[in-house]
């Protein structure tokens, strides 16, 4: 324990002297300032949108309610187009009583982009048919989507790893290459020690360093700490095991005893290899086995789809009321066939209907996809490592895949309200907007079991550290590292 | 003596393991990508080519209906693949790939392929143009980095620098050996079976087709290499220990292909931010409703519309005129929409252009950006490629709507909404076809960042030209 004091404060003081290595600390210090800056600007836009959703949507509900009441009161007729007549259920989904169903981002949202700026956030209800759902995307310039973002995920996953290669790619080999290496192994501890104690330290220190600046960071961008601790402690545990990993393998690497050139060559070729190449291959492989059917024929299939069923409209209407023959019974009414508001809702779920088995395709391939990835994540710790960080910031596959789930429930639950009036020919009255049906969207639980899976992965970054450090432990003798050599290749 | 230290650089290097190595593991990534690439072409242009068919086949046999309702029902476009989508599929996966073309909405370019892909999706794509704009350039980092410092160390430089040759011709000599070295053993290979690939997917015609644009490319990326190269030799030289070398290259390769690109999204978005979606369609609806110049609302236009109607054709309601009111009333108020589309897709388009101009600017930091603008250019990969098709797709769906209201106004007089029409008028809409750019239009829309590698490789000749000046013995 003496000895790790004795080596931490010498290195400390060496760290202190050395430019390139503090310009690594201020380097980290503008990286997080810069990614947590983009994060916000992130946020910001989504929440400034989303607070516009609601008072549109609370306006508009305001104005056509009141409209239908003084319409009610005058007894007058709507005369505007009648597509968007509010007094009339269809005509009310279509342009009045539209219902927003939409994703807050959570705090810790700026910690990671994820897939919020390809996902929808937020939903709009009406009568059209489902797929219309998906077609409200937000305005993003591709190239900037192409090129990714950079946030606090990015830092981690990528920059922080070359930052450590940089600290301790020649924590031995500079001690060679400037011939101080006969001094250390003439004194008492083995150099093997020297090198892990300096390891160890220089972990310590940079831990330490880089999690008070997030949490300074995190303040400063107007995150309560206290409130989202269990979120913050996840965020540095991963990225404690993460740089452990990192430091490990250095070790191991370090402890062949090579120049610094040769150190420095195989660590960034890991880092490419793990970072770039294997989840480029891992995605080759996930769309090699199973292939996305392609969304074009799904067009082609909606289409047919359509027009057969608006040829049988009047027919799909009619089966509906044999399926639903206490819609059917209207007492002062007749039921009437050729309702066009009815019929072209039945047309839609109609196509619904004949589109689904080709729907469930995707489904199905997507599932498959996430499984293989989710199996083979282990291949690459920047896959779990990412996955982890846009969990713990909600932007990942299963926060928006759980969003989706309960979007479509709730539009279930406003088409259906719909659906009665329609079908009943009963008229909107300015009481009924207040019953049109709302929803909220909240955090299953189920994605908290998501983010323990992150258990596994811990466990693997942990593992595979320790076993690079067993490896270099093992490595030959110490005096090997003392033989002049010409620097290698 | 140049060639002689060419030569000798050309040998030693061929000796390396590392050449054998970077070769081995190079090839087999560049065969993998090259399989999936001429895959994802065959597949997406076999689909695509049958959805474009199909689409017009659906519009063809929409049976008889009022012209209006056909353009209702309207028809897609569809972007088609490009061949050399197999050398670099670009932006492709993340720029839509069919729109909608129906009257009275302009619609998005919908389907960007990556949504489907999730979370991996995201890493970035195993494609040939990665391995050449990513791979390759690192590669001939770790090949040169030692170059010069190698010498320093082990004390043969005394030896060199005891000939009669000049510093400079020294250097260029072990720049062209090194530079031989990679085109021939790598590159060159490479560039064959690629080639292969593209006449085996293609057939003869579409390869010969697309031969100046490959030829183009094949000769920016030798001297994309020649830049990186230079900057690894004069580092070498500069700097004179491996060690520092070598992170400074590595340094200089990570800032270039993966800092940058990401700092520049957020400037550009700071500084030319794009509305919502929401903000967006909002203003549309706002505008096409009140209308523009004064025009009013919609009810107001109408009546101006039915008063002008009656004055041009001299009766005094509309069922005397001698064409259909409907007709005319709906290529107005087309038009009236057009106007307003004009306006806000343009400032939308130039707002997006605004953003990668400023995107294109960081391209002079780094030869990895540049070189990927071009090469995406060429491979017919890129986002001018995409604005292209959205403006050729939408000049169709007004095509389309002028011969549906002109039918209308023409034939419909005596039955207005309830004249229909059948297969003879929706053959007057001729299939969607998009007319590919010229090369000379690509390379004038790349001038920046052909420029920035220009200045990247004469910029690095001037310092290899200082490096050598300043090349001593300690």
């Known amino acids: 324990m003496r000895n790790f004091y004795f080596i931490a404060f010498y290195d400390w003081l060496m760290l202190r002297a050395n430019k390139m290595l503090l310009s690594c600390f201020a380097l980290l210090v503008l990286f997080v300032a810069f990614a947590l800056w983009t994060g916000q600007q992130r946020v910001d836009f989504h929440q400034t949108t989303l607070d516009k959703v609601k008072a549109t949507e609370k306006r508009l509900f305001a104005e056509k309610s009141q409209l239908v009441a003084d319409l009610e009161q005058s007894g007058k007729p709507f005369t505007g187009n009648s597509h968007r007549d509010p007094t009339e259920p269809n005509g009310a989904a279509n342009s009045a009583a539209n219902r927003y169903f939409s994703l807050a981002p959570t705090p810790l949202a700026v910690v990671a982009v994820g897939q919020s700026d390809l996902r929808a956030y937020y939903y709009k209800f009406g009568l059209h048919k489902k797929q219309a759902l998906y077609h409200g995307e937000e305005i993003e310039n591709a190239a900037i989507l192409y090129n990714g973002h950079f946030d606090l995920a990015f830092v981690i996953t990528f920059l922080l790893p070359l930052l450590i290669i940089a600290l301790t790619f020649n924590v031995v080999a500079s001690e060679k290459e400037r011939g101080t290496l006969p001094l250390i192994l003439a004194g008492t501890t083995s150099l093997r020690n020297v090198a892990l104690n300096k390891l160890v330290f220089r972990f310590g220190l940079l831990s330490l360093f880089f999690s008070g600046l997030v949490l300074i960071g995190l303040a400063l961008v107007g995150i309560s ?59 080759v492989a996930a769309n090699a086995y199973y292939p996305m059917p392609s969304r074009v024929e799904l067009i082609a299939e909606t289409r047919e789809a359509s027009e057969e069923a608006k040829k049988n409209g009047a027919q799909i209407l009619a089966q509906y009321f044999e399926d639903h023959p206490e819609l059917a019974a209207q007492g002062s009414k007749p039921v009437d066939t050729k309702n066009f508001a009815a019929s072209s809702l039945m047309v839609n779920l109609e196509v619904e209907k004949a589109i689904r088995p080709l729907e469930e395709k995707f ?15 282990f291949v690459s710790p920047a896959i779990f490592v990412q996955q982890m960080l846009e969990n713990i910031a909600a ?32 008229k909107m009255r300015a009481t009924d907007y207040d019953q049109v049906p709302k929803s909220q969207y909240t955090h299953s639980p189920g994605l908290v079991r998501a983010t323990r899976a992150g258990f596994w992965d811990i466990l693997w970054l942990l593992g595979a550290g320790f076993i690079a450090i067993i490896w270099g432990l093992l490595q030959v003798a110490p005096r090997k590292m003392a033989e002049p050599r010409w620097i290698e290749a | 003596m140049l060639t002689a230290v060419l030569h000798k650089e050309f040998r030693s290097l061929l000796a390396d393991a590392r050449l054998r190595w970077s070769a081995i593991v190079s090839l087999g990534l560049f065969v993998l990508a090259l399989i999936t690439g001429l895959s994802h072409y065959q597949n997406t242009n076999r689909l695509y080519t049958k959805a474009q068919e199909d689409t017009y086949r659906q519009w063809l046999d929409q049976g008889e209906k009022n012209p209006h309702s056909a353009a209702h029902y309207g028809l897609y476009a569809y972007k088609p693949v490009p061949l050399l989508a197999i050398f670099d599929r670009g932006m492709d996966d993340y720029l839509g790939n069919a729109v909608w073309l129906e009257a009275h909405n302009q619609n998005e370019v919908k389907l960007r392929t990556v949504q489907d892909a999730g979370t991996i999706g995201r890493f970035g794509a195993l494609t040939v143009g990665f391995i050449w704009q990513f791979i390759l350039p690192l590669i001939i980092i ?6 010069l410092s190698k010498e320093y160390e082990s004390g043969t430089l005394r030896m060199l620098l005891s000939t009669q040759i000049s510093t400079f011709s020294l250097l260029t000599g072990k720049v062209l050996g090194i530079l031989t070295a990679v085109l021939l053993c790598l590159y060159l290979p490479m560039l064959l079976l690629l080639s292969g690939a593209l006449y085996w997917a293609g057939g003869a015609e579409a390869f010969a087709r697309i031969l100046p644009s490959l030829g183009l490319a094949a000769i920016l990326y030798a001297l994309f290499y020649a830049v990186f190269v230079v900057l690894s030799v004069s580092f070498s030289a500069w700097l004179r220990s491996s060690g520092l070398s070598l992170a400074a290259l590595l340094g200089v390769w990570a800032i270039g292909a993966f800092l940058l690109p990401r700092i520049s999204g957020s400037v550009a978005m700071s500084l030319h931010p794009t509305p919502s979606a929401l903000d967006f369609t909002e203003k549309v609806l706002s505008q096409r409703e009140k209308g523009l110049d004064g025009q009013g609302s919609y009810e107001k236009f109408q009546e101006a519309l039915k008063a002008k109607a009656l004055r041009d054709y001299g009766v005094d309601s509309l069922s005397q005129l001698p064409v259909s009111f409907a007709g005319i009333a709906l290529q107005a108020s087309e038009d009236r929409d057009w106007k307003v589309y004009d306006l806000q897709y343009g400032a939308l ?25 071009v090469s995406r250019s060429l491979a017919g990969t890129d986002l001018y490629k995409h604005l292209n098709f959205t403006r050729q797709a939408e000049n169709h769906r007004r095509l389309t709507a002028k011969v549906m209201n002109t039918d209308q106004k023409i034939n419909g007089v005596v039955q207005e909404r309830d004249y229909k029409a059948g297969a003879a008028l929706w053959q007057k809409v001729p ?44």
């Open chain 1, 363 to 377: 489904e199905v391939q997507k599932d498959k996809q996430a499984r293989l990835v989710a199996q083979w994540r």
């Open chain 2, 431 to 474: 299939q969607f076809q998009y007319q590919n750019q010229s090369l000379g239009e690509q390379l004038q829309q790349q001038w920046f960042s052909l420029l920035s590698l220009g200045c990247w490789l004469l910029g690095l000749t001037f310092c290899l030209y200082r490096s050598a000046q300043t090349l001593h013995l300690d």
């Open chain 1, 225 to 283: 700490i206290a409130q989202e601790a269990a979120g913050i402690a996840a965020l540095l545990g991963v990225t404690t095991a993460y740089a452990a990993f990192w430091f490990g393998l250095s070790f191991g690497v370090n402890s062949q005893g090579k120049g610094s050139g040769f150190n420095a060559a195989v660590l960034v070729g890991v880092w490419l290899a793990l970072l770039v190449v294997l989840p480029a291959l891992l995605s």
């Open chain 2, 349 to 373: 388009f130039r707002l997006f252009q605004a953003q990668n101009a400023l995107l294109e600017r960081f391209n002079l930091l780094s030869p990895i950006l540049a070189m990927r603008d």
């Open chain 1, 395 to 426: 932007t990942g596959d299963a926060h928006y895949l759980d969003f989706e789930q309960q979007m479509l429930n709730a539009h279930a639950k406003y088409r259906a309200f719909f659906t009665q009036k329609i079908i009943k020919q009963e």
């Open chain 2, 142 to 147: 770790l090949l040169a980095y030692n170059n």
